[in-house]
């Protein structure tokens, strides 16, 4: 999304966290001026942990 000289961008990231790997939710928010990024702000939503497949146990 643009609107002026700001620009919005909403990520969808895939990641290795110290539990495992998982999606994090963003959005980064971008002021530009002379077309070159000024400033720059995160802010970070919910993070989910993939579901880990369980190995069969051996008999």
Not at 6 to 13: A, K, P, T
Not at 35 to 58: C, H, Y
């Amino acid at each position: 999304m643009v609107m002026g000289n700001v620009v919005v961008d909403q990520e969808l990231v895939t990641r290795t966290f110290p539990e495992g790997t998982g999606k994090l939710e963003l959005i980064a928010i971008y002021e530009v001026r002379d077309n070159q990024i000024v400033k720059v702000w995160f802010r970070f939503g919910n993070k989910t942990l993939d579901a880990v497949a369980m190995e069969p146990k051996s008999p």
